[in-house]
């Protein structure tokens, strides 16, 4: 995953109820991709919300299969 291929990836909080995200912002005068948002865990059997650029199947590590 990255930059190219994902904007913003979304989930509910367990405990707050609250929507959590995390995305990649670019930097205008340099160019440089920075992470922003939330640092949550990616779990098995947790639902997500994924922004993708592009068509395709994105598979997140650790939930292949």
Known sequence: LGVEK???LQRVNPLTGAFET??????KDTGEQKPIGV???IKFGEGYIL????????TLPGCED
Do not use: E, H, Q, T
């Open 6 to 8: 994902v904007s913003s």
């Open 22 to 27: 995390a995305a990649f912002y670019i930097m």
């Open 39 to 41: 640092d949550f865990p």
């Open 51 to 58: 922004y993708s650029k592009v068509n395709g199947l994105i």
